[in-house]
């Protein structure tokens, strides 16, 4: 077998009734448990979806990957079983577990619309929602935020700073745990004075004091706490982070809207097998959202997470046992709220014919229909909002059907 | 533009501070002396604005000459050649003990990781802090700026392992002789040093058509091993010459140029191996022959005959004064200096100052410093956590003789030295750090300074030794207010006026 193109779509124009998208712009007096929340994970550097995510029913697939492919389910470090084609990294068992419980939604072979190599670029068409790079100053998914009729909490970037994808005229906050003692709200009051004249000082720091208060009520802002986190290494800090962030999020007055981002996927080389350098940080990828399912408890029956990346990797390895930039990669959906146990995927086969010139997986999802049917489904962004979050992309219908209706 | 016409406009700089009428201030020397010092330099030190107001600009041209010592921090830091030759020698003998343990049972091998954080680290600590030393001290700030910039131009991060002992080194040895030189030497020095090579994966990129390719690719291919995994090309320091280094990502290059580019610097490597392969000293850069794959290759529509080295250096040498290289450095540098969206005619002046003199650096330099826009005395620029805590420590005159006090800003803001993690190097612009999480950092932060320093230092006296005129009377009358001299400070390194330049 070559080429599948028979996977699983979703029918495009049936889901508008679906879910809560009926009464878009609805204002709903829910107890916090009820709101859905939306975290959007962005893995930067590329990450290798057909390492990920392998394609093992794909005859092609063995061959194309050598060294670097996944062994069959079944076989020693064999991928862990997704519906007989595809099936999941083995360093991916807490996923695995979000699988049977119908909480996974993968969609395979998606892409942005950018079609180049660079990083970079392709960050920031992820980011800014475009269809182009800087094609937009602001990201997707403030505009989102700012396309809601009754303004939700402020979207909340995990890290210091926010991220594009996130940036724009809606209101953000950023928190990260850190090594030093708070400051005294006497400070806090003259530095508030002395923004006075200055907006966007005084916009952050206002945000920064309602993100403290919201960390304190919950115990990340625990100063000792703070200081072991912020020191602990990557994966210990990932995990952290990511209990801390679904925690805000569960909390009453806490954002319905979260940004994380993770590094270190950009294996050009020694990227490994079932074992080696990409398997330990999908452990890592693995744990920290177990971790954010902990933190949200109760609330992760609302919640949907999207894990992306700005583009994929070289079908076959390169000389040096890595990937190069490509095309088409996996984006994983999940979360309580998520209609998953599904693989979405046009599948274009692996087969040098059926790739992006030549050379890569070829995209035949784009993502911003994901994306798109995730706004108006568990945001319930009105749907006439859409075309203004995602400019230029009238051709690109929501996907129906991710969120449970 | 030559460095005379940009002297010729001195003074230009004191009419569009008036017609700004921005700040309620006379435009002296005064502010020219602050903005010089804050906005090119690192931030003033006590005393140091009243020499420079003599002559501002004269005080920045003055930093830019070619050759210059280097810094007396450096002396006793080890070559990066050499840490990364011993890294390399402690990976092989870990992997050669690992394959005895397997065979007789042996010991166990202690982990990678151990040299790394016993052998490299404390490289890197004193790398990390001789950086920051220098910028805490020198009286050349603009030029110390600037090696920061290139540094961040080509950047090598040490949250690649085999970095993190060798990513100063590249600073030091290929960035610092070239800063105020030819830009196409400063290529070369940074795409032969053995930090670059090894982050961007080329020692091991091999020609498939080379002696060691095809070779492998024979024994592969007779074995009927493995299939894929062919020995062969990783694309990774191509592209980003091209992408990062040179003529940027709209540049006018395409994948068959990375492509081909790629096949064109096969065996630019590193020194050691064993056996046949066996070459140069361990960790030195090296042009391994064996592994260059043969032929000419078109880059940019160019053909460059099969050279071996030389094709690699053809190629790098046609790049550095590419029109595409000009504009990319012009709106680094114009964006880094003056604004986060650099005005036209200032990029326009930079790339021609770069087209005109084949890419001398002190001449680009000089037509920055010599654009009246550039002396605005409204700050246009928010300080990355580097910038903000170098001025706050010169601001006081503080050098921790800890390393671990030295670097603990860096760390605690999100901008260690050297670790930007990626081939982009730090973002630079204000969205990229002004963060609320970000502002608290900093603001926790000046308070330990402020608290540290304590009374000793008057918030106000330090104000008018370092930004002087270009602080408003908001400012000024907040620190009065205060609570205590230390709470004055810590107002003061987060006034709107501090935090950019």
């Known amino acids: 077998m070559t080429s599948r193109r028979d996977f699983l779509r979703i029918g495009l124009g049936c889901g508008a009734a679906l879910g809560a998208g009926a009464l878009p712009g609805v204002s709903f007096a829910a107890p916090a448990g009820g709101e859905p929340r939306l975290v959007v994970v962005i893995l930067r550097g590329a990450l290798d979806g057909l390492s990920a995510v392998p394609p093992y029913g794909d005859g092609d697939y063995a061959a194309a990957r050598g060294p670097l492919a996944i062994a069959r389910p079944g076989a020693a470090h064999g991928a862990l079983d997704l519906d007989g084609f595809f099936g999941l990294h083995p360093a991916l068992p807490g996923l695995h577990e979000r699988w049977r419980a119908r909480e996974l939604l993968v969609v395979h072979a998606a892409a942005s619309p950018y079609r180049e190599r660079s990083h970079f670029d392709g960050q920031n068409v992820l980011e800014n929602g475009g269809d182009r790079p800087s094609g937009a100053a602001s990201g997707w998914l403030n505009r989102a935020l700012g396309a809601l009729p009754p303004p939700p909490a402020p979207g909340l970037a995990l890290g210091q700073n926010v991220p594009?994808?996130?940036?724009?005229?809606?209101?953000?906050?950023?928190?990260?745990?850190?090594?030093?003692?708070?400051?005294e709200p006497d400070l806090v009051a003259r530095l508030r004075d002395l923004y006075s004249n200055d907006t966007t000082?005084?916009?952050?720091?206002?945000?920064?004091?309602?993100?403290?208060?919201?960390?304190?009520?919950?115990?990340?802002?625990?100063?000792?706490?703070?200081?072991?986190?912020?020191?602990?290494?990557?994966?210990a800090r990932l995990r952290a982070i990511a209990e801390a962030a679904g925690r805000m999020l569960a909390a009453a007055a806490g954002p319905r809207v979260a940004v994380m981002d993770a590094g270190g996927w950009d294996t050009h080389a020694g990227e490994g097998g079932a074992d080696g350098q990409l398997a330990g940080r999908l452990r890592m990828l693995d744990e920290a959202l177990s971790a954010l399912r902990a933190g949200l408890a109760d609330a992760w029956a609302q919640s949907a997470v999207l894990v992306c990346t700005e583009f994929g990797r070289t079908v076959e390895a390169n000389g040096t046992r890595g990937t190069d930039h490509g095309t088409g990669a996996a984006a994983l959906l999940l979360g309580g709220a998520v209609a998953g146990g599904r693989v979405l995927a046009d599948w274009p086969g692996l087969a040098p014919r059926h790739r992006h010139e030549g050379r890569d997986l070829r995209p035949t999802t784009d993502l911003r229909a994901v994306a798109k049917g995730l706004l108006a489904e568990q945001l319930r962004v009105p749907t006439r909002a859409l075309g203004a979050v995602f400019p230029d992309s009238d051709r690109v219908q929501p996907l129906a059907g991710l969120v449970r209706g | 533009?030559?460095?005379?016409?940009?002297?010729?406009?001195?003074?230009?700089?004191?009419?569009?501070?008036?017609?700004?009428?921005?700040?309620?201030m006379i435009a002296s020397n005064d502010s020219l002396a602050a903005i010089a010092t804050s906005r090119f330099g690192l931030g003033a030190r006590p005393g140091e604005l009243g020499p420079v107001a003599a002559d501002p600009r004269?005080?920045?041209?003055?930093?830019?000459?070619?050759?210059?010592?280097a810094p007396g921090e450096l002396a006793g830091l080890a070559a990066g050649a050499t840490i990364l030759g011993e890294f390399?020698?402690?990976?092989d003998e870990r992997r050669e003990a690992r394959r005895e343990a397997a065979r007789d049972g042996g010991a166990a091998v202690q982990p990678l990781a151990n040299h790394v954080r016993e052998v490299l680290l404390p490289h890197y600590l004193a790398q990390a802090a001789a950086r920051t030393r220098i910028a805490l001290t020198t009286a050349a700030p603009l030029r110390e700026r600037l090696v920061q910039f290139w540094t961040n131009h080509f950047a090598v991060s040490i949250d690649k392992p085999i970095c993190l002992g060798t990513a100063g080194t590249l600073e030091n040895e290929a960035i610092r002789p070239h800063v105020c030189g030819r830009f196409a030497d400063l290529l070369r020095a940074v795409e032969t040093h053995p930090a670059m090579v090894t982050y961007l994966d080329n020692p091991q990129s091999v020609g498939p058509n080379s002696e060691l390719g095809a070779r492998a690719n024979r024994r592969r291919a007779f074995a009927a091993a493995a299939p894929g995994g062919r020995t062969g090309l990783n694309e990774n320091l191509a592209r980003e010459i091209l992408e990062l280094h040179t003529l940027?990502?709209?540049?006018?290059?395409?994948?068959?140029?990375?492509?081909?580019?790629?096949?064109?610097?096969?065996?630019?490597?590193?020194?050691?191996?064993?056996?046949?392969?066996?070459?140069?000293?361990?960790?030195?850069?090296?042009?391994?022959?064996?592994?260059?794959?043969?032929?000419?290759?078109?880059?940019?529509?160019?053909?460059?005959?099969?050279?071996?080295?030389?094709?690699?250096?053809?190629?790098?040498?046609?790049?550095?004064?590419?029109?595409?290289?000009?504009?990319?450095?012009?709106?680094?540098?114009?964006?880094?200096?003056?604004?986060d969206e650099p005005p036209p005619a200032l990029v326009e002046r930079l790339a021609h100052a770069f087209g005109a003199s084949d890419g001398d650096l002190a001449a680009?330099?000089?037509?920055?410093?010599?654009?009246?826009?550039?002396?605005?005395?409204?700050?246009?620029?928010?300080?990355t956590p580097a910038e903000f805590v170098y001025s706050a420590l010169r601001a006081v005159a503080a050098l921790p003789k800890e390393p671990k006090a030295l670097l603990a800003g860096f760390e605690v803001l999100g901008q260690r030295h050297y670790s930007p993690g990626s081939p982009a190097g730090w973002p630079d612009r204000a969205q990229d750090w002004d963060g609320a999480d970000a502002l608290m950092k900093r603001i926790e932060w000046s308070v330990a300074l402020a608290d540290r320093v304590g009374e000793s230092h008057s918030a106000l006296a330090t104000l008018e030794a370092t930004l002087g005129p270009l602080a408003g009377e908001h400012t000024r009358s907040a620190l009065s207010r205060a609570a205590s001299g230390s709470q004055a400070l810590a107002l003061y390194f987060m006034s709107p006026e501090f935090q950019r330049r």
């Open chain 1, 164 to 183: 594009l994808i996130l940036r724009g005229p809606a209101p953000v906050g950023s928190w990260a745990p850190s090594l030093l003692p708070e400051v």
């Open chain 1, 201 to 235: 000082l005084a916009a952050r720091l206002d945000e920064a004091a309602r993100i403290g208060a919201l960390a304190d009520a919950d115990g990340a802002g625990d100063p000792a706490a703070q200081r072991q986190m912020a020191r602990a290494g990557n994966g």
């Open chain 2, 1 to 24: 533009m030559t460095r005379r016409a940009a002297l010729s406009t001195r003074g230009a700089g004191r009419r569009s501070a008036s017609e700004e009428g921005a700040q309620p």
């Open chain 2, 58 to 69: 004269g005080w920045l041209l003055a930093q830019l000459g070619r050759r210059e010592p």
């Open chain 2, 88 to 91: 390399l020698a402690a990976r």
């Open chain 2, 248 to 339: 940027g990502v709209d540049g006018g290059y395409t994948q068959a140029d990375v492509t081909s580019f790629a096949a064109v610097l096969t065996g630019w490597s590193i020194g050691g191996g064993k056996g046949r392969y066996a070459q140069g000293a361990p960790g030195t850069f090296q042009f391994r022959a064996a592994l260059h794959e043969p032929g000419a290759r078109t880059v940019l529509g160019r053909r460059y005959a099969e050279a071996g080295f030389a094709q690699g250096t053809a190629v790098l040498g046609d790049l550095a004064v590419h029109p595409s290289t000009a504009r990319h450095v012009a709106v680094k540098l114009a964006r880094h200096f003056v604004a």
């Open chain 2, 364 to 383: 680009v330099y000089a037509a920055l410093v010599g654009w009246d826009g550039a002396w605005a005395p409204a700050p246009q620029k928010f300080k």
